[in-house]
Structure formats: C-alpha cells, structure tokens
C-alpha cells in the first residue's frame, strides 16, 4: 500500500468544465484516503457533499484604494503558501497555467518546500490566452517551471507546442467522468413535464453559451433538422450569447420547439431523456460535455476541432463534421435519428468507448502515479 499524500488544489471553482475536473479529481482522490486541500477563491461548486479529509482553503482578495485592480493572484500565491508550509502538502496540483501554474511557483519559493507542482492544461488557457503575444512568456514560464504538466487531449499537446513552444514534455491525460452519476437513469417523467410528445426525438446542447460555443450553429441546424422530423431541443446553460440566441430562436419560429433549461444541475436526468447531443464548437480542448452525454447512452456530433475527435468516434458512436457546415450536421443527424437500429448500435458504443477509455479509475490512477512518481523523484 502506497503512502497517503496530501495534495493541493487550485482551479477556477465556478461552472466550467476544468472545476469539474478539478473538484471531481480531488473528491476521487479522497475516497482513495488521500488528504485534499481545495486552495480557491470560492467553495467548487460540485463540492456538494461532505468529506473528512477535504479542506477548503478560500482565497480572499481585498479592495485596496491605491491599487487599481485587486490582487488575486498574489492572494492566491500567499495563501498556497500558507497551506503548503502549515499542512505540508507535498503536492500542488494546478489547472491552468496562468495564473495557477505561476502563482504556485511563487508559492513554492514562499514557503520554501519542495511541493511538487503538477499544472493541467484545458485549453482556454493556451487556445484563447496564448494567441495573446503579451502572455505567451508567461505561459511559457508556467509550463517549464511546472514539475509536471499534462494536457487534455493529444490535440492540445499539439497546439501548446506549437504556440508557445515550451521546453518540456506535456502528457495526455484524458477528461474522465464519474460512472456513478453518468449513467442512463429513469426519468421519462421529464419528457410529459416539458410537453415533449411521444413520438418527438429530442436533441441537447449544453455549454456556457459563450460565442466560441457556436450556439447559433445548434438552433440552425435543429431548425432543418425538424423541417424533416418531428422534435424538440433543449438548450441548457447560459452565457453572453443567450440573448442573440433568443432572437434567433424567434426569427426561425422556433419558439415552441426549442426549449430554453438556463443552467442546471442532474444533467444525466436529461441526457437520460435526449436521443441526440450537438457540441458544434469553434474551439474546445476536449469536451466533457460531451463524454458526459456518451456515459449517458447519447450519440453526439461534434466539430472536427481540437480534442472532440478523440471523444467522439467519427460513424462508430457519433459523428464529426466540419465547423459551420450546418446542412452535414443537419443530414448526420436525421440519419442517425431515423434509423432506430443505428441509434441503438451508436448509444451502446458511446457507453463502451467511455468505459474504455474515459473512467474515473483509470484517469485517477494517471495522476496519481504521476504524483508518487514525482514524490519519489523529490
Ligand atoms: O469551455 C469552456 O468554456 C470552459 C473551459 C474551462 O476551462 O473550464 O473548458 C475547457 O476545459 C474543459 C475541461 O478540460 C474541456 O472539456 C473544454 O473543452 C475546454 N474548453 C475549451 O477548450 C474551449
């Protein structure tokens, strides 16, 4: 039996899919007897239950009258130094590398331990900042400084080389979900409670609705989709684009087709309740959503972009199309809609491809051996 380590924690903790990683990881990596310390500015928002061994240590940034912006990251850096040297926590594991990877560098001269720093790349940081030539340096830093870093997908690997062109190695370690609540549920009563009929199939897309998203693609291609068949959408999220949205979905004569969720929580309930995911991205590392709607039984189409091509199969478990081309989008998915004996082969492939490759266990033991394998270096 390997030592128990105590690890720290720091990520963006709002909705978004590296919290979701980062909080489902550390609730893992507790049930496993490790000690977890969330080091973030609010409580994670999928810390939704009650651990022994998970702390949370909140960052708290004032407002001071001579500085112009407040400093967070350098509230970040003092409190994870706080935590390593109190707790000594032998690892620091970040996501993103800026600001997270550099505040724990700070960090880690701080407090003067030889915490491990372990930095995971998601992608906004390096696919949206490392476009920014006044960042680059910085993000270079973080990732060579780092002890460890790993990426998302194969792609982002890829696009952080050759953007920012770091010296180090960067290792895949794939997104995961959690088998015990990604999975097909009972919850047909939803489909009579939002007045979708029997004989309607029923089309998801969930995201934050930001322009990257490509929402207005989704609301497009479901309005040829149900020139054909009869069906409803379901949009869940919200974001800076829910008002164009909105407008679009009333230009179309969409309206009561086309229903507006806003945020919400139990996504399985409605991926157990959906025949068709859209995740038509113009950017996008990976794509939990996704792999969460696969672990649910829903075939999906997605963008020939970044890491959805390594979660989706391509005419195995969904389908890839190209950015934009709405009528590909629209014809896959009226081919697949329409022939129940295909659905049925592309949802138990979707199940099987998570189990295979995206499980919280398998993913887990990555990072932790990642851990033990830098604590026995150190
Ligand atoms: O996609 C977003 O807007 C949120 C963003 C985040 O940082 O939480 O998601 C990124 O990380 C996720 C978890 O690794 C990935 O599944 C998303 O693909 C990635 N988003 C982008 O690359 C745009």
Do not use: W
Request: charged fraction near 20%; aromatic fraction near 8%.
């Amino acid at each position: 039996m390997e030592n128990k380590l105590k690890i720290g924690i720091t990520c963006y903790p709002s909705v978004g899919g590296s919290g979701v990683i980062a909080t489902e990881l550390g609730k893992l990596l507790a049930e496993r007897g490790h000690e977890i310390h969330f080091i973030t500015s609010s409580i994670p928002f999928r810390l939704n239950k009650m651990y022994h061994n998970i702390y949370y240590h909140q960052v708290e940034v004032n407002q001071y009258a001579v500085f112009q912006y407040p400093p967070y990251d350098i509230a970040l850096a003092s409190k994870m130094a706080e935590v390593v040297k109190r707790e000594n926590l032998q690892i620091l594991h970040v996501h993103y590398a800026i600001p997270h990877a550099i505040c724990a560098i700070l960090a880690k001269q701080m407090a003067g331990t030889n915490v491990e720093i372990v930095t995971t790349l998601h992608g906004t940081d390096i696919t949206v900042l490392g476009y920014d030539p006044s960042l680059t340096d910085a993000i270079r830093f973080g990732i060579e400084k780092s002890d460890y870093v790993t990426a998302v997908s194969k792609a982002l690997v890829q696009q952080t080389y050759d953007l920012i062109q770091p010296q180090k190695e960067i290792q895949t370690v794939y997104n995961f979900i959690d088998e015990r609540v990604y999975k097909k549920v009972d919850s047909k009563h939803l489909r009579e409670e939002y007045g979708i009929l029997p004989h309607e199939k029923v089309i998801i897309h969930v995201s934050n609705f930001r322009a990257v998203k490509r929402v207005q693609d989704v609301v497009r291609a479901f309005a040829k989709i149900s020139e054909s068949i009869p069906a409803k959408l379901l949009l869940v999220g919200d974001g800076p684009e829910m008002t164009v949205i909105c407008k679009l979905v009333n230009e179309l004569k969409l309206e009561d087709k086309v229903l507006l969720l806003g945020r919400q929580d139990n996504l399985e309930e409605l991926y157990s309740i959906s025949d068709l995911k859209l995740l038509l991205s113009q950017k996008e590392s990976f794509g939990l959503v996704a792999l969460e709607a696969m672990a649910c039984g829903v075939p999906c189409i997605g963008t020939n972009i970044g890491g959805i091509p390594e979660v989706i199969q391509d005419g195995k478990n969904g389908y890839i199309c190209e950015v934009g081309d709405i009528d590909a989008i629209a014809e896959k998915a009226l081919h697949l809609l329409t022939d129940p004996i295909l659905h049925e082969v592309f949802s138990a492939n979707a199940v099987a491809s998570v189990r295979e490759d995206f499980m919280s266990k398998k993913i887990v033991n990555q990072y932790e051996e990642i851990y033990y394998q830098l604590i026995s270096k150190g």
